[in-house]
């Protein structure tokens, strides 16, 4: 059984900071790209960043770049997104998602095979 477990969201502040972390089981994650998106009430869910399966390689949204940084760590089968500087707008479900093994990172959530149940990050002002 393939699962994607989110943990670290809360309630913050505007200019404060979180770190999300997504932890894998159940399949091999080490060798496929993984990635953030996010859905904020009545609006569709976006990218938010993605990551290459080695973690050479990394993309972000244009809202998000600058202060948020995703990151992996293959031993542990786990990725995360260190959040900061949040605003009220990033708001949000945040889920995380892998492909199938040895396939880009993207930014096109149809091409994410696996999703998380997500976690939710509230930023106040």
């Known amino acids: 059984q393939v699962q994607l477990v989110e943990s670290g969201g809360g309630l913050v502040q505007a200019g404060d900071s979180l770190r999300l972390s997504c932890a894998a089981s159940g399949r091999t994650f080490s060798n496929a790209a993984m990635a953030w998106f996010r859905q904020a009430p009545g609006k569709e869910r976006e990218f938010v960043a993605s990551?290459?399966?080695?973690?050479?390689?990394?993309y972000y949204a244009d809202s998000v770049k600058g202060r948020f940084t995703i990151s992996r760590d293959n031993a542990k089968i786990t990725v995360y997104l260190q959040m900061n500087s949040l605003k009220p707008e990033d708001t949000a479900v945040y889920y995380c998602?892998?492909?199938?093994?040895?396939?880009?990172?993207?930014?096109?959530?149809?091409?994410?095979?696996?999703w998380g149940q997500g976690t939710q990050v509230t930023v106040s002002t």
């Open positions: 998602a892998a492909r199938r093994g040895n396939s880009g990172a993207s930014y096109r959530p149809g091409d994410y095979a696996y």
């Open positions: 990551i290459s399966w080695s973690g050479s390689y990394t």
